[in-house]
T-cell receptor, first 116, second 117 residues
């Protein structure tokens, strides 16, 4: 069964600090997709990244970077030089290839507070 | 880009009434739509998967007679909360999978906040 664990419930940092959000997943499938979403107070999910299981390359997009490690089943997300606007709930999610209907399962989320 | 809309964005209703929430893919056809429920400060929990022209598949613990899902066309799925009660108050989010797209290509709607008095 697929499972996503985000052990950090809440993180509080001061602006300009770097912060890493952890994500550990479980799957029996060899083909799967991992995602990160941001959910600001408005509630609308903002897609950040998708990574498939065959692509372990780390990715950087501006102040955001992602570290995908299949050996440890982790897909961590780092925000460099955090800003107040980064305050939100961040969800890691997993979608297995063999699952009928292509269901996406979400982790519990990490609430990030960035203080000025 | 692919846009998914939901209507209404929020709704308040009395206990015992039924509420219908629409999920539309505006600029693409969606073979599959998913319905999620999110309680305050909790994660998104998948409720059901709906395929166009067929019955929805519900997740364990979700009452199919209470949460009626209809996916009548490739651009519209509806979720009806029947005989709503205060415990059904939640944020309901749909997502749509692009027909012909890579299987993981899904787009989320903005959500509908339901409050049952």
């Amino acid at each position: 069964a697929q499972k996503v664990t985000q052990a950090q419930t809440e993180i509080s940092v001061v602006e300009k600090e770097d912060v890493t959000l952890d994500c550990v997943y479980e799957t029996r499938d060899t083909t799967y997709y991992l995602f990160w979403y941001k959910q600001p107070p408005s509630g609308e999910l903002v897609f950040l990244i998708r990574r498939n299981s065959f692509d372990e390359q780390n990715e950087i997009s501006g102040r955001y970077s992602w570290n995908f490690q299949k050996s440890t089943s982790s897909f961590n997300f780092t925000i460099t030089a955090s800003q107040v606007v980064d305050s939100a709930v961040y969800f890691c999610a997993l979608s297995e290839a063999r699952t009928g209907g292509f269901k996406t399962i979400f982790g519990a989320g990490t609430r990030l507070f960035v203080k000025a | 880009g692919a846009v998914v809309s939901q209507h209404p964005s929020w709704v308040i209703c009395k206990s015992g009434t039924s509420v219908k929430i629409e999920c539309r893919s505006l600029d693409f056809q969606a073979t599959t739509m998913f319905w999620y429920r999110q309680f305050p400060k909790q994660s998104l929990m998948l409720m059901a998967t709906s395929n166009e022209g067929s019955k929805a598949t519900y997740e364990q613990g979700v009452e199919k007679d209470k949460f009626l899902i209809n996916h009548a066309s490739l651009t519209l799925s509806t979720l009806t909360v029947t005989s709503a009660h205060p415990e059904d108050s939640s944020f309901y989010i749909c997502s749509a999978r692009v027909k012909g797209g890579s299987y993981n290509e899904q787009f989320f709607g903005p959500g509908t906040r339901l409050t049952v008095l």
